[in-house]
Each structure stands twice: as structure tokens, then as C-alpha cells.
């Protein structure tokens, strides 16, 4: 194991336990040790392979969120605009809102990861 992949390991083991979202310089405060330039890059290939989701917060802060990969049709998220928290959700109803949109307006949605904003009830609204 060379000492870059110790490295990508460390990034990913932070990511991976992230409850909320997070930004590149939440990782690097953890683990100063690894170069920002490392994480940057394991980040932007986790995004290009859907494994983590990337987003401009209302501050104008990149933010990014792991979610776990599904193959069931009926998986997707709920996420707090408030408090950040992701809620995994098995529903069968999510496939009637994918055929409505692949039919009605000829948009395929991505099975794995569907996120839907808004308030969880502890936050309240």
C-alpha cells in the first residue's frame, strides 16, 4: 500500500462517517496531514462517479453530502434545508413520480441517488 493510498483511505474514512454535509476544509481540518490538493481530487473523481453529491449552499459554499448507493428503485433521500440531516426513505410511491416524469416530461431520473429537499420535523416550518 503506497502512502497516497493511506492517504485516499483517511479521506474516504472521513467521508464515509460524515453525517451531515461537509466541505474540503471540514476534511482537511481533520486530517491536515494530507495535502489539499489530494482531497480536491478524490473528491472531484467521488462526484464524477456519483458517489457523493456536490452543491452550492444558499452562503455560496460548496458543500458535499455521501450517500450510501441503493439499487432498489423505490430508495431516496430527504434532506433538511435547516440541519443538514439526510433521511433515507423506501417508498413505493417515488416509482410513480419517476414514470410521471419519464412519461409526462420525458426526464429520466437518476435511481440512485433522488434527493428532495425541505424541513425535517424536529427543525420545525
Do not use: A
Not at 416509482?95 to 412519461?103: G, M, P, R, T, V
Amino acid at each position: 500500500m503506497t502512502y497516497n493510498t493511506k492517504q485516499k483511505d483517511k479521506i474516504l474514512d472521513i467521508i464515509m462517517k460524515k453525517e451531515h454535509e461537509f466541505t474540503i476544509k471540514d476534511i482537511h481540518t481533520e486530517i491536515p496531514e494530507v495535502g489539499l490538493t489530494t482531497i480536491y481530487r478524490l473528491i472531484d473523481k467521488l462526484v464524477e462517479n456519483n458517489s457523493i453529491n456536490k452543491y452550492i449552499g444558499k452562503d455560496n459554499i460548496t458543500y458535499y453530502q455521501y450517500l450510501e448507493k441503493c439499487d432498489e428503485d423505490n430508495h431516496f433521500y430527504l434532506k433538511c434545508e435547516k440541519c443538514g440531516d439526510i433521511i433515507h426513505i423506501d417508498c413505493d410511491c417515488i416509482s410513480e413520480l419517476k414514470n410521471h416524469i419519464l412519461n409526462n416530461h420525458k426526464f429520466k431520473l437518476n435511481k440512485d441517488h433522488i434527493i428532495i429537499n425541505g424541513i425535517c420535523d424536529k427543525c420545525g416550518d
